[in-house]
């Protein structure tokens, strides 16, 4: 990639990578050396810049604090065996990114700032990428509002951030889940499509109900009949349903996962039916119950695939099969890392080289 603009940096001088032991990985605890910050104020971007990873100063009043004007994306980074880093789909990221902040009243972020930002972030923490099997770049860019004002309304201020975290071999254990059926995390109408911070916040007292009850997650249902599935925990939820690649269709209540879209496009490659719509509780009870649910996972960039082994509905467990290395979810989370890793074509151009 192309540098068309030039970042002011300012490099560390206490580097913390030889803290980073690249074996034992800890998700989301150590963040590599710098970070890109931008700010917008009197209607536009500011010049952005790289400075060493650290703590900000904001005003008590800051509105995101008290308000939740706050978005986020979630991404990685992949070295290959020659050591080059490529991002996945990071414009997808952007495009979402930009949807978030529509929603949110917040400003779009240039491409220009975002790519170049990345990039020449992460060329200078080249060596925070980790290049062990299964490991990654993980690359967290967030917006936020820094009026120091608390009348409600947008925000005139903003900060865009990006940070970086090395993360490990993500242990897909096979999931419990239960369906949930009287809290939601989004509405019809609401803000579930955008990668806002309240989606998340809210998300934890039913999460931490289901964990009490030896759950790992729930699958969410729709708000109105809380019969229909939606996503599941923080992740895009997919069957297998004999033969065929089930998954509820996107609304403003679901959030369009880049994993998700990915999936989908790998399985319409490989011949297989794909169905984006409702899907009912019942439906995958009915399927259970005849032999046809023959795979369940959620999808999403911090496991690409993690599997369901139990669902639970109104007290009772449904076991489900366990996924055979020939199983679909198998495939493509084998044929999506031998893409992010430079060992399979990139048919779709989804990696970017920086
Ligand atoms: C981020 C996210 C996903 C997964 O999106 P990816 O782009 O695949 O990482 C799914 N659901 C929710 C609610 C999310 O916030």
């Given at each position: 990639m192309l540098d068309t603009l030039s970042i002011r940096t300012q490099r560390?001088?206490?580097?913390?990578?030889?803290?980073?032991?690249p074996e034992h990985i800890e998700f989301g605890k150590i963040f590599a050396d710098h970070m890109l910050v931008v700010d917008y104020r009197d209607g536009e971007w500011q010049e952005p810049q790289i400075l060493p990873y650290g703590e900000m100063t904001v005003s008590p009043a800051n509105s995101a604090l008290h308000y939740g004007q706050a978005i986020f994306e979630g991404m990685k980074a992949y070295k290959n065996a020659e050591g080059e880093i490529a991002l996945f789909r990071p414009l997808d990221n952007l495009h979402r990114l930009n949807a978030s902040a529509e929603r949110m009243c917040m400003p779009h972020v240039p491409e220009e700032v975002f790519m170049q930002g990345l990039a020449q972030l992460i060329r200078l923490d080249a060596d925070w990428v980790p290049n062990a099997p299964g490991s990654a770049l993980y690359i967290r860019p967030f917006m936020f509002a820094t009026d120091g004002?608390?009348?409600?309304?947008?925000?005139?201020s903003y900060r865009f951030v990006i940070f970086t975290c090395p993360v490990g071999l993500?242990?897909?254990?096979?999931l419990r889940v239960r369906f949930e059926q009287?809290?939601?995390?989004?509405?019809?109408?609401?803000?579930?499509?955008a990668k806002n911070a309240g989606n998340y916040g809210a998300a934890m007292y039913p999460t931490r109900l289901a964990q009490e009850e030896g759950y790992n997650q729930l699958i969410w249902t729709d708000a109105s009949e809380h019969q229909y599935v939606e996503e599941s925990g923080t992740m895009n939820a997919i069957f297998v349903l004999d033969g065929r690649l089930v998954t509820p269709a996107l609304s403003t209540s679901i959030l369009d996962g880049i994993t998700r879209r990915s999936i989908l496009q790998l399985a319409r490659d490989w011949g297989m039916p794909v169905e984006e719509r409702k899907v009912s509780i019942f439906e995958l009870l009915e399927a259970h119950r005849a032999g046809k649910l023959e795979e369940a996972f959620g999808v999403g960039t911090a496991a690409t695939i993690a599997p369901m082994a139990t669902i639970g509905y109104q007290g009772e467990d449904f076991e489900l099969p366990v996924a055979g290395p020939d199983a679909f979810s198998k495939r493509a989370s084998a044929a999506l890392h031998a893409i992010r890793i430079g060992e399979a074509p990139d048919e779709h151009r989804w990696m970017v080289r920086i």
């Open positions: 560390t001088t206490a580097s913390r990578l030889s803290q980073l032991d004002f608390i009348g409600v309304r947008p925000s005139e993500y242990y897909n254990k096979p009287k809290y939601v995390r989004s509405a019809e109408g609401g803000a579930g499509f």
